[in-house]
């Protein structure tokens, strides 16, 4: 038997907690890259046609939790006060090179602010400047549905940003997105997902094998699944050392790009990522989710987190709008 | 209003407290501030309305925001990885708030560098003077080459007298400050006012040769130098209205001649005569050494002057000799006596020891006079003696009869004694003689004109701790002088040598580099920690000035000299070979 401690700090999760009886799914198709399933080697920085590569992250926070009883009739619902932050860090496609490049900058950072109410419940609220929070009707009443909608916030506004993004300067940009992609949408042609950490597993325990194999910067070959609804490319690479102390997942992320793409142009974004992705990985000092938590993308996550204000403020502030709200008799649809 | 076609630099920081005291100045991103800038930052006060803070840089500062990690910096900077912004701050010291309400600026509010009348308000300038006029005196400029003002009521005896300056030797710049300051005292008879009228200087040049110039134009001098004089207000020329003087040459023949190595055209040779000597009590500036004060010997010493001044008689056809006569055998009516045969006349310093040993150690080997020795035991009698004949290699050519030639402080505004080339001995003599010649001139005489005397290594002559007649008369000035209307300009290496009564009298305060020791002590209380951290680092050229008018020191520098400070400087008004 051998126990490997897990790389991430316990408040972070894990990077690896995988339900290993799931199965595989049936439209999986291990030949896609059509190369043999064996370890591919990083890529050649020379083969990066971009200038520059994005990193789209979001954050979120819960402000304040709600409940909300109408007027008429007694079935009250839970809410949820949640900010939600988006932005994207530009980097110079040779950053971590070792060359001399053009400092990290943050392009873009937006909060929304939302206020998720189960029930299909409407509520609106402006606690003060700088501190709306919209309406966000959610059907169910679960707190699973409500936190799965707020997700979808995020989610849809990263990936909003991506397409917006790579789609703005042409083939100038490549945009790596943190988590998996919301849109599979075809028209964004440099758009990769990178999931850091692994729940699910989609491939077989022989095929599996070679993920733990895998030294840094080598990937599997891309694979193909996600059904008629989200069909996608994926493949496995270690962003850092293999260490033997360490279980055979550790610094191992997945990517995925819309299955729209061809072949070949899938073959150059995941030779790009195995490339470019070990040089912007995190060191376990710096960072709990090292490696897989980028520096650039934990640079822009404090960056967003900063951006959502003070929390106790912002609590404050919901409950003094609230007594306004109610003393006002407002409606709650 | 602050000029604010030029923008503000930056903001109040926020994310520190404000305080009465102190602020934060977050800066824009193609502004700058340096230490020692002028700021101003408005306030709207609820129920008070708008309140101005002025302010000095005391300290900038830049750093990434938002990194954690001392190798983030190869992040952001090298590796381009992790993205951070850049900021810049400043800290600064409140100097003013106008009205007077002591309530911190707010956060954000813009800063605006002080300029033109918003600077002077920070300086305090319009505070310097009432009705009858302004009394802000330019004495330097900051590094952007702008003024500097001191209110001269503090210096002339107003409200406040007298500067202390100390720093390092070698850098050349606490007597080059000195003059400066003198240069800009005389340059300014419309800010002195009647102090102006008929003022005289005495300065003593210790060392080398620096001082004996003042007169000469620099060839060095260049219109860059010119420009900062203009500045300043002032016509960059050298002093006017000087007199040069050096001991009078030892060797008999060559008595009037001046022993001075620098210069030799324009310097008077100076000496006393004794009966000068005995008029003027200069017995007691023999015996200024530390030692001197624990052996009863300065009271042997006042005992003899006094006898002196009883028994000098003068001499017949010998103008400055004395002769010794019992007053009690013969009366003095005033008029000179006839040298008789055998008679001691006493022509130098060697016939006045002679004759004072007749009384104290007899030949006879009779018991010494208690009227010359009031009583006391023998040894110190013997002592006494001992200093004398030591004195008189070291001083002997500083008293000779003849034809008076006294320093003659009124005929020019300026009169420059070079001592330097005399013994240690000697020099502490002419100092004594000299300041005590100027504080009896001035006792009971009000305070104008006024008299200035600068004096270099002030640690030798009021030394902490040790007794001498010259410290005496030092500490008498320091704390009299305002009434008496002699302001003293005294330089030293190390403020905590000097009596401690020369420095806190001093109303202007002013300091080069210092050691950083010396930066450390209390004496320099009175600078920002800062400015003291700086004060190590600082160039000749640069000072930092404090006074009573202002709250925060002012660093300041000072322009190039147009008067020569060594031979090779000086532009001669003539080809001396023309016509040869």
């Given at each position: ?333 | ?138 004495v ?15 210096f002339d005896?107003?409200?406040?007298a007298h500067m202390s300056i100390s720093g390092?030797?070698?850098?050349a710049t606490k007597t080059s400050y000195a003059l400066f300051f003198l240069r800009c005292l005389t ?12 003022m005289r200087t005495l300065i003593f040049n210790v060392k080398g040769?620096d001082l004996m110039?003042l ?24 002093f006017?209205s000087v007199s040069f003087w ?161 320093i003659?402080r009124?005929?020019e505004a300026v009169t420059v004694v070079d001592i330097h ?6 020099q502490?003599?002419v100092v004594?003689?000299l300041i005590?010649?100027v504080h ?10 006024l008299s200035i005397i600068v004096l270099d290594e002030l640690n030798k002559y009021a ?7 010259i410290?005496?008369?030092l500490?008498?000035i320091a704390?009299?002088g305002?009434?008496?209307?002699v302001l003293l300009i005294g330089a030293q ?5 000097i009596?401690?009564?020369l420095?806190?009298?001093a109303?202007l305060?002013v ?47 000072f322009?190039?000299p147009?008067w020569?400070t ?15």
């Amino acid at each position: 038997m051998k126990i490997a401690v897990q790389a991430w700090a316990p408040d972070y999760g894990s990077e690896v907690e995988i339900a290993w009886d799931q199965g595989r799914p049936e439209d999986l198709d291990v030949t896609a890259e059509g190369v043999g399933w064996k370890a591919v080697p990083a890529g050649k920085q020379n083969d990066l046609t971009w200038e520059e590569v994005l990193f789209i992250d979001g954050v979120r926070r819960t402000d304040a939790r709600v409940f909300v009883t109408p007027e008429v009739g007694d079935r009250a619902s839970a809410g949820v006060a949640v900010s939600v932050g988006v932005g994207a860090v530009s980097c110079d496609i040779a950053a971590g090179n070792g060359s001399p490049v053009r400092a990290a900058r943050i392009v873009e950072a937006v909060v929304k602010r939302v206020v998720a109410v189960g029930g299909g419940g409407e509520l609106a609220l402006s606690a003060g400047p700088g501190l709306e929070y919209a309406a966000l009707p959610v059907a169910g009443f679960a707190p699973e549905d409500l936190d799965r909608k707020v997700h979808d916030v995020m989610r849809d506004a990263e990936a909003v940003l991506a397409i917006e993004l790579a789609a703005a300067a042409g083939s100038g940009r490549l945009v790596i997105v943190d988590g998996p992609l919301a849109k599979m949408s075809p028209g964004a042609t440099a758009v990769i997902g990178m999931i850091k950490s692994h729940n699910a597993t989609y491939l077989d325990e022989a095929e599996n094998a070679l993920v733990s194999e895998l030294e840094c910067g080598e990937r599997t070959p891309f694979f193909y699944f996600g059904g008629p609804q989200r069909p996608r490319y994926s493949w496995y690479l270690r962003l850092c050392e293999r260490d033997e102390d360490m279980h055979g997942w550790h610094g191992i992320v997945r990517c995925e790009v819309p299955a729209a793409h061809s072949v070949g142009t899938v073959s150059t974004l995941a030779d790009a990522s195995s490339c470019l992705l070990p040089r912007f990985a995190s060191l376990p000092h710096w960072d709990a989710r090292a490696p897989q938590n980028l520096v650039p993308i934990a640079g822009l996550e404090k960056h967003l987190r900063h951006l959502l204000g003070d929390r106790d403020l912002a609590y404050r502030m919901i409950r003094s709008a609230a007594a306004r709200l109610s003393g006002g008799g407002e409606q709650v649809a | 209003m602050p000029d604010e076609t030029m923008g503000p630099v930056g903001l109040v920081l926020g994310s520190e407290a404000t305080s009465t005291q102190e602020f934060h100045v977050v800066l824009h991103e193609d502004e700058y501030l340096q230490l020692d800038d002028l700021v101003v930052v408005r306030t709207l006060v609820p129920k008070i309305g708008e309140v101005t803070t002025y302010g000095i840089v005391v300290e900038t500062a830049a750093r990434y925001e938002g990194t954690s990690f001392e190798s983030d910096t190869f992040r952001v900077a090298v590796a381009g990885t992790l993205p951070a912004e850049k900021s810049r701050t400043a800290v600064v010291q409140v100097v003013r708030v106008m009205p007077e309400m002591w309530i911190a600026p707010d956060s954000g509010q813009p800063v605006y560098r002080a300029v033109g009348e918003e600077r002077e308000r920070a300086l305090y300038v319009d505070e310097m003077g009432d009705e009858s006029g302004a009394r802000a005196l330019p004495v330097g400029l900051t590094r952007d080459d702008e003024p500097v003002w001191a209110d001269v009521d503090f210096f002339d005896g107003t409200k406040g007298a007298h500067m202390s300056i100390s720093g390092v030797s070698g850098v050349a710049t606490k007597t080059s400050y000195a003059l400066f300051f003198l240069r800009c005292l005389t340059s300014h008879p419309e800010i002195l006012g009647k102090s102006a009228k008929n003022m005289r200087t005495l300065i003593f040049n210790v060392k080398g040769e620096d001082l004996m110039f003042l007169d000469k134009p620099n060839a060095r001098f260049s219109d860059e130098h010119g420009a900062k004089w203009k500045t300043l207000g002032m016509e960059p020329k050298p002093f006017p209205s000087v007199s040069f003087w050096a001991p009078s040459r030892p060797k008999k023949g060559s008595e009037g001649i001046p022993q001075s190595s620098a210069r030799l055209e324009g310097v008077e040779a100076f000496r006393w005569t004794p009966r000068e000597f005995v008029d003027n009590g200069l017995l007691q500036f023999l015996f200024t050494d530390a030692s001197d004060s624990r052996q009863q010997i300065t009271w042997v010493a006042e005992r003899v002057a006094r006898q002196l001044s009883r028994w000098a008689r003068d001499v017949a056809g010998e103008p400055g000799a004395v002769v010794l006569r019992d007053p009690a055998m013969l009366e003095d009516d005033g008029t000179p006596v006839v040298a008789r045969e055998g008679d001691l006349v006493i022509r130098d310093l060697s016939d006045l020891v002679e004759a004072i040993g007749e009384h104290l150690e007899p030949e006879s080997g009779a018991e010494p006079d208690p009227g010359w020795t009031g009583r006391v035991a023998g040894g110190t009698a013997t002592a006494f003696m001992r200093r004398l004949y030591s004195s008189l290699s070291r001083i002997g050519q500083l008293i000779s009869a003849g034809e008076s030639r006294r320093i003659d402080r009124s005929r020019e505004a300026v009169t420059v004694v070079d001592i330097h080339d005399l013994h240690d001995a000697a020099q502490r003599f002419v100092v004594g003689a000299l300041i005590k010649e100027v504080h009896d001139e001035k006792e009971g005489k009000g305070r104008f004109p006024l008299s200035i005397i600068v004096l270099d290594e002030l640690n030798k002559y009021a030394p902490r701790e040790g007794w001498s007649p010259i410290r005496d008369t030092l500490i008498d000035i320091a704390q009299r002088g305002r009434s008496l209307g002699v302001l003293l300009i005294g330089a030293q290496q190390t403020a905590s040598r000097i009596h401690p009564e020369l420095l806190s009298n001093a109303a202007l305060r002013v300091s080069g580099r210092l050691d950083s020791a010396e930066a450390e002590r209390s004496e320099y209380g009175w600078m920002l920690p800062s400015t003291r951290a700086r004060a190590r680092l600082f160039k000749p050229g640069t000072m930092v000035l404090s006074q009573p008018a202002i709250p925060a020191p002012t660093v300041l520098t000072f322009p190039y000299p147009p008067w020569a400070t060594r031979p090779e400087e000086v532009i001669e008004a003539g080809d001396p070979f023309e016509g040869v």
